[in-house]
């Protein structure tokens, strides 16, 4: 069984900064990709930023570019997305996924953690 436990997430002012982790445990598993989406009260769960581990390929969603930076490890399947100037909007449960496949798919999730941003 695979499992990604993300941490991290907490409570900051608008204009702050946040780290999130995560960290993959369980069976061994090679991760083509890897990425970080959130789900705010009410909306469907979007994609905040991925990564294709295979030549480095990064996607970011429009409302967060320029402020967050996905970076991982392949190797151990671990994931980070540093998040600056953060707006009340950025307030969701964020959650890591990694996927196996060579196609646009995530295999794996975690639980998520929960980032609130005041205003």
């Known amino acids: 069984q695979v499992r990604l436990v993300e941490s991290g997430g907490g409570l900051v002012q608008a204009g702050g900064s946040l780290r999130l982790s995560c960290a993959a445990s369980g069976r061994t598993f090679s991760s083509y990709r890897m990425g970080w989406f959130r789900q705010a009260p009410g909306k469907p769960r979007e994609s905040v930023a991925e990564i294709a581990w295979s030549g480095d390929n990064r996607y970011y969603s429009d409302s967060v570019k320029g402020r967050f930076t996905i970076s991982g490890d392949s190797a151990k399947n671990t994931l980070w997305l540093q998040m600056n100037a953060l707006k009340p909007e950025d307030t969701a449960v964020y959650y890591c996924?990694?996927?196996?496949?060579?196609?646009?798919?995530?295999?794996?999730w975690g639980q998520g953690t929960q980032v609130t941003v005041s205003s």
């Open positions: 996924a990694a996927g196996i496949s060579t196609i646009r798919r995530y295999d794996y």
